[in-house]
């Protein structure tokens, strides 16, 4: 890797490795090493080129949380009001009682990186489209997740810009590691999970429109087969069109093992180059507000992108040639109708069977 993306490289495994250090030693809310990464996380925006979006510069304070980060991009043209919102939460699970650190380099600092770098890039393009909003977001993590606390809980009760001019919220969580061990073909360890994109009508093409030969291989499903697992809960609750990025959990998810070392940064730039393209799509998507259905299903797609990970795993592992039947079974049912609510399960069930497999 050289020129650009070199230094891209070099930018983005200096931010994880310093949200990663003892300075930062697990980023829990409320305590001196939250604080010392949200300073940096501001430092980083501010030099990409994102102007101040919260209440009180860049930062929103969260009553009995901490803070988020917010920065903008503005719009140009005739889309300038409406709005794109980008988001990684920065906090993590802080510190064992017996002082052993969540480092969290996984989760979901290489997200926050991802996140300043695509905010350089839609400042440096100086394009046309909608105004994008970088959200990095506090107390993702327990006890907040899912309550008042949650920074994108309290972000979407209390919002900066309205809710009706945002068009899409893309949340990145858990994006800096390779699915799979060494060995498995790029088209498994390059994966990169979109979920949602079914809830808006178009937002599909985007998502593979933005592909780019030789990067990221992005694999749809529908948000439905997960549970609420992020900051998109929130917006996706408020009607708001959200899409999910991540290669779901691996064996050091959670754990003080999480550490910079075990991150694939080369994925983690794909991963740049493909939301930078993908979120100056949705940034001069015409039409607006965007068209939301929080009851959309699309089975065809969340069936063929498993079926595509099965095939190649196929050669690979004994269980995954039954897996393959399977999926072909729902992929034959799926196109001539909606799936049963039985056969979603099962869907969701093959996820996870994958996700543990290969974690």
């Known amino acids: 890797m050289s020129g650009p993306d070199s230094k891209r490289r070099a930018r983005v495994e200096a931010l994880v490795r310093y949200l990663c250090s003892p300075t930062c030693a697990g980023r829990a809310p409320g305590t001196p090493e939250g604080v010392a990464a949200r300073v940096r996380i501001v430092d980083e925006l501010r030099a990409a080129g994102a102007s101040p979006a919260g209440t009180d510069g860049y930062l929103q304070d969260v009553p009995g949380c901490g803070a988020n980060v917010l920065a903008e991009v503005a719009g140009h043209g005739p889309l300038a009001g409406r709005t794109i919102v980008v988001a990684a939460h920065y906090d993590h699970l802080g510190k064992r009682f017996d002082g052993a650190v969540y480092w969290g380099a996984d989760d979901n600092a290489a997200a926050v990186a991802i996140l300043v770098e695509v905010g350089r890039d839609v400042a440096l393009r100086r394009r046309p489209g909608r105004r994008v909003l970088l959200a990095a977001y506090d107390g993702e993590e327990p006890p ?10 309290y972000h979407v009760a209390h919002p900066t810009v309205p809710l009706a001019s945002i068009d899409a919220m893309v949340c990145m969580d858990l994006c800096g590691h390779a699915i799979g061990p060494e060995g498995l073909p790029a088209a498994v360890r390059d994966s990169l999970f979109v979920f949602g994109a079914e809830l808006s009508p178009g937002a599909g093409e985007l998502v593979e429109r933005a592909a780019i030969p030789g990067g990221v291989y992005p694999r749809r499903a529908d948000l439905d087969l997960l549970p609420p697992l992020s900051d998109y809960h929130a917006f996706r609750e408020a009607g708001v069109p959200v899409l999910f990025l991540t290669c779901g959990r691996w064996r050091h998810y959670h754990q003080p093992t999480d550490t910079p070392d ?98």
């Open 144 to 153: 907040h997740f899912l309550g008042s606390t949650m920074g994108s809980m």
């Open 262 to 359: 075990r991150l694939e940064y080369d994925k983690v730039v794909g991963t740049v180059d493909y939301l930078a393209g993908l979120v100056q799509l949705l940034r001069e998507r015409p039409g607006a507000p965007a068209a939301f259905d929080t009851d959309a299903r699309d089975d065809v797609t969340s069936v063929g992108s498993f079926l595509t990970l099965a095939r190649h795993l196929a050669p690979y592992t004994s269980g995954a040639a039954r897996t393959v039947t399977m999926l072909e079974e729902l992929a034959a049912d799926a196109a001539h109708g909606p799936l049963s609510a039985e056969q979603r399960l099962l869907i969701s069930w093959m996820m996870s069977t994958f996700e543990d497999a290969l974690a």
